[in-house]
């Protein structure tokens, strides 16, 4: 009977020590790394939402910024380019000579604004304009120049009618503090943001 | 009437009973064994597969980038050239149509020679100064004038209306700001 339990002790003591590995090397070191695998897969997905919603709204802004590329011809012609005085000087002789007025323009500072003017600035720059003509004649004028590009701002005006000597005509003459609008900002709009819908 | 006999001794029942306790004992161990042995490999299966998803995940997360310093520098300019551009909107009045307002409601016989604008943050004046043939077409006229939507009110001197007969007259138009906005 002696050797009958003796056989069965060491075949048990073999067992538990063969469980015990089992769960002390392989299990139980296994199961650990799969926690902390999980853990690993879960900062991973929340990594990769945090992306997907940086994507989304990167989409959005992309897609606000091509609306905006779309204005921007628009808008920029609001402003003129100290490169462009004569063409802006041009274009206000030219509306008063459409109008049937004579025009004396006083740039004022223009020059010594537009030395200091730094890139994305819109400078306002103050400008005398002085129209001669008749009173219609000079209103429509100035209709015609506050919705000229560039923007012109008129800030104060005086219009003076006087008798033309020896006629029986009137002459008026209009006196306009305006503001203009220059500005050097470039913008890259050859290449153009593209909106891509999910639509 | 059935007899039972125990013929058996004490100490060869009590070696019997602990053999069945050992042989279930080592069935129960034989069990956890095999069944740790299945878990074992399932385990090692379910690491090596999670193992190489989060390699996975790990190179798609990476693999993502955004350029988003061409973004930046666009919303940058834009978002100045856009402040600018209210800024400047914002600061323009329009005056041609206040004029010809002004204009179309001076009758005839009323000559204005000076219109001149005063503005300012508040309150924006303009200075009507003419002359009037009588002091009946004065009234008319400032009547006319005051029913322009956008005067708020009007500062007639007295000296409008000492004479009966033409005179020479300064007229202060007020107009608050706000209601050429609307």
């Known amino acids: 009977m002696i050797p009958q339990r003796k056989k069965i002790l060491i075949e048990l003591t073999l067992l538990t020590l063969g469980v015990g590995f089992f769960g002390g090397v392989v299990v139980f070191p296994v199961v650990n790394d799969i926690s902390k695998m999980t853990a690993g897969i879960q900062a991973q997905r929340r990594e990769l939402e945090t992306l997907y919603e940086k994507g989304q709204f990167l989409r959005i802004l992309r897609c606000h910024i091509a609306m905006v590329e779309k204005e921007l011809p628009r808008i920029s012609a609001l402003f003129a380019h100290p490169d462009h005085q004569l063409e802006f000087i041009t274009s206000l002789e030219t509306i008063a000579k459409n109008n049937g007025t004579s025009i004396e323009l006083s740039l004022g500072e223009l020059d010594k604004i537009i030395a200091t003017i730094s890139p994305q600035d819109i400078v306002p720059v103050t400008i005398t304009i002085t129209l001669h003509g008749d009173r219609d004649q000079i209103i429509r004028t100035i209709s015609v120049l506050e919705t000229s590009r560039p923007l012109i701002a008129i800030r104060d005006f005086s219009l003076r009618t006087q008798d033309i000597k020896d006629e029986q005509q009137t002459s008026t003459t209009a006196t306009l503090k305006a503001t203009s609008f220059w500005t050097t900002t470039t913008y890259d709009s050859k290449t153009k943001t593209e909106c891509i819908s999910t639509h | ?182």
Not at chain 2, 23 to 28: M, N, R
Not at chain 2, 36 to 60: F, W
Not at chain 2, 114 to 128: Q, S, V
């Open chain 2, 1 to 182: 009437m059935m007899l039972t006999l125990n013929l058996i001794p004490q100490q060869f029942k009590r070696e019997l009973s602990l053999h069945a306790t050992y042989i279930l004992l080592k069935k129960i161990f034989i069990l956890l064994f095999v069944v740790l042995c299945v878990s074992s490999v399932s385990l090692v299966s379910a690491r090596m597969y999670l193992k190489q998803k989060l390699n996975e995940l790990t190179i798609q997360t990476q693999a993502i980038s955004f350029k988003t310093k061409d973004i930046k520098e666009k919303v940058t300019t834009l978002n100045a050239l856009l402040k600018g551009t209210r800024n400047a909107l914002e600061s323009t009045q329009s005056w041609a149509d206040i004029l010809t307002a002004i204009e179309s409601h001076i009758p005839m016989p009323i000559t204005v020679n000076e219109i001149t604008l005063e503005p300012d943050k508040t309150i924006h004046r303009i200075k009507l100064i003419g002359t009037s043939l009588s002091r009946d077409e004065y009234l008319e006229f400032e009547r006319n004038i005051k029913t322009l939507p956008f005067v708020t009110s009007i500062t007639s001197p007295v000296q409008n209306i000492l004479s009966m007969s033409e005179n020479a007259f300064t007229l202060t138009l007020i107009i608050q700001p706000s209601t050429l906005t609307q």
